[in-house]
């Protein structure tokens, strides 16, 4: 299966790799099958153990095998062309999860293969998507959301291959990140919107804690409390029915579409009557009701740079940018 020459000019690792991805594409080796040991390798062709070793982790480094401890390595993918393979770990997928998704395979370059999983805020399937994948990819991009000790499980993946998106817990720290700031996005973001919201009798927030940061909600009353804006929190918008005055702060689509639906029932005329901040903006955003306002951070930016530092190879923690984005619904 291996072919090793003298004096041909080839590295004598890069001659095993050139073996072993023949094998591959010749159908002799396949998915799932064990490579020859090191030792083996070693003692047919006279090589060091370094050698082997150096030729077993570029493959392994490729996605092309992946070891297994006391067991020795096996093949995990046929497609030789690929030259690294991501672990992407998304909490649900929406409009604007897509459009970050789209944004970093864009400019990820060739030959990189993503896998997407979704852990839809399930404790759960967060660590066993993790614990089964271990070892079998070059990088690890994971969006924890709000799920609690999430560090007890990805602290079992090398820190260096470990990139943490959008929220980033206090005990994540250690790990490079591409993150929004929520506590202070949405304070600024209303803040900015100050002049508008001061005509309304009351702020409210739905903030259910299952799907949401925490941040948001701290922002959230620190703005209300520094400029003394009545208001309150709610957790679900059933058997809400809304009255003249009030705004509404709406994180996601689903219930921004219900309150809407519920302003047409009630017969309440949107920033006249009634008013609605939505977050993460989309193109839905741009035309529903003449336009919804939003506090939205840049997804497309944020999966350039995802992608930047993954061909880079770069370590950090980075912000990304967050505006207002004021529109007819306030």
């Known amino acids: 299966m291996i072919s090793i020459q003298d004096k041909i000019g080839i590295p004598k690792y890069k001659q095993i790799v050139y073996s072993i991805e023949e094998a591959i594409t010749s159908g002799v080796l396949k998915k799932g ?33 992946q070891s297994v401890v006391g067991k020795g390595y096996y093949v995990s993918s046929e497609d ?49 998507l993790i614990h089964d994948n271990i070892g079998a990819y070059n ?37 490079s990140a591409i993150y929004q700031n929520f506590e202070k996005d949405i304070f600024n973001g209303l803040k900015k919107a100050l002049h508008l919201i001061e005509k309304y009798k009351k702020l409210i927030l739905l903030f259910p ?66 008013g609605v901040i939505s977050y993460n903006d989309t193109l839905l955003k741009e035309i529903v009701a003449d336009g919804i306002t939003t506090i939205s951070t840049d997804f497309n930016a944020m999966g350039k740079q995802l992608a930047s530092m993954i061909r880079n190879k770069e370590v950090g923690k980075i912000v990304n940018p967050n505006n207002l984005i004021l529109r007819n619904s306030l």
Request: aromatic share 10%; with cysteine.
């Open 80 to 128: 030789i062309n690929v030259n690294q393979k991501v672990f992407l770990l998304f909490d649900e997928l929406n409009s604007f999860k897509e459009d970050l998704y789209n944004s970093f395979l864009e400019d990820l370059g060739e030959n990189i293969q993503v896998d997407i999983f979704f852990h839809h805020f399930n404790t759960t399937i967060f660590s066993k």
């Open 209 to 274: 804690e299952d799907k949401q940061p925490q941040g948001m909600l701290k922002g959230f009353k620190l703005f209300c409390e520094t400029y003394h804006i009545n208001y309150s929190v709610v957790d679900s918008l059933k058997n809400n029915t809304p009255k003249p005055g009030e705004l509404y702060v709406i994180p996601d689509d689903k219930n921004l579409l219900r309150i809407i639906k519920s302003f047409k029932n009630n017969n309440l005329i949107l920033a006249q009557d009634v």
């Open 139 to 175: 990088y690890y991009v994971i969006m924890p959301a709000n799920l609690n000790n999430t560090n007890a499980v990805i602290q079992n993946l090398p820190q260096d291959k470990v990139y943490i998106l959008d929220q980033l817990h206090d005990d994540l720290k250690p790990y």
């Open 33 to 65: 099958d064990q490579l020859p040991s090191i030792n083996k390798v070693k003692d047919a062709h006279s090589l060091s153990r370094d050698t082997v070793l150096t030729a077993f982790n570029e493959l392994k480094n490729r996605g092309i095998v």
